[in-house]
T-cell receptor
Framework: NAGVTQTPKFQVLKTGQSMTLQCAQDMNHEYMSWYRQDPGMGLRLIHYSVGAGITDQGEVPNGYNVSRSTTEDFPLRLLSAAPSQTSVYFC???????????FGSGTRLTVV | AQKVTQAQTEISVVEKEDVTLDCVYETRDTTYYLFWYKQPPSGELVFLIRRNSFDEQNEISGRYSWNFQKSTSSFNFTITASQVVDSAVYFCALRKGGSEKLVFGKGTKLTVNP
């Protein structure tokens, strides 16, 4: 049982490049989310999904796209990377009800 | 709107000291859930505890204990006889009933010195 798997673990991008951060879970969780963690800011919600085909914006959605074609996968796309998107990104999943999220191990992204 | 405040940015203690991490939350909902997560230097987020708004019983798990007080909107976390391995950033988080969103505090960095 792998839990939540994020790839890559590290990435360096040049300003203006695009890329996709991958997230997959094998727990059949309905809910999946992307957070970014910046020093002194805690974790902030970027986008979330309550099920396949359903996504919505979180607190800091600008510059990011998501889609949820399957229950298992929830990729995060950076359309045109900017230095302000340098951060650690966490994918998380949970099931409906009063449960805590299971987090992936994170992706450390640097945009130069 | 929901909000979680962890006023202590950093705490430093000597091993075997007891330490309490404060968490104050704001919500207008009657049903909500509170969480604590630990982020060790390796970076992963580790779930520690969940508490729902209808259960104000304190909880103890080994050296860890949690004090939930609705009257003061607080959910504080105490580590008894701290150890070096407790060094981490600790996050308090709030989830509204029926919502999939988790709102985090900014975290408290705990350093336990030998």
């Amino acid at each position: 049982n792998a839990g939540v798997t994020q790839t890559p673990k590290f990435q360096v991008l040049k300003t203006g490049q695009s890329m996709t951060l991958q997230c997959a879970q094998d727990m059949n969780h309905e809910y999946m989310s992307w957070y970014r963690q910046d020093p002194g800011m805690g974790l902030r919600l970027i986008h979330y999904s309550v099920g396949a085909g359903i996504t919505d914006q979180g607190e800091v959605p600008n510059g990011y796209n998501v889609s949820r074609s399957t229950t298992e996968d929830f990729p995060l796309r950076l359309l045109s990377a900017a230095p302000s998107q340098t951060s650690v990104y966490f994918c998380a999943s949970t099931r409906a009800g009063a449960y805590g999220y299971t987090f992936g191990s994170g992706t450390r992204l640097t945009v130069v | 709107a929901q909000k979680v405040t962890q006023a202590q940015t950093e705490i430093s203690v000597v091993e075997k000291e007891d330490v309490t991490l404060d968490c104050v939350y704001e919500t207008r909902d009657t049903t909500y859930y509170l969480f604590w997560y630990k982020q060790p230097p390796s970076g992963e987020l580790v779930f520690l505890i969940r508490r729902n708004s209808f259960d104000e019983q304190n909880e103890i798990s080994g050296r860890y204990s949690w004090n939930f007080q609705k009257s003061t909107s607080s959910f504080n976390f105490t580590i008894t006889a701290s150890q070096v391995v407790d060094s981490a950033v600790y996050f308090c988080a709030l989830r509204k009933g029926g919502s999939e969103k988790l709102v985090f505090g900014k975290g408290t960095k705990l350093t336990v010195n030998p």
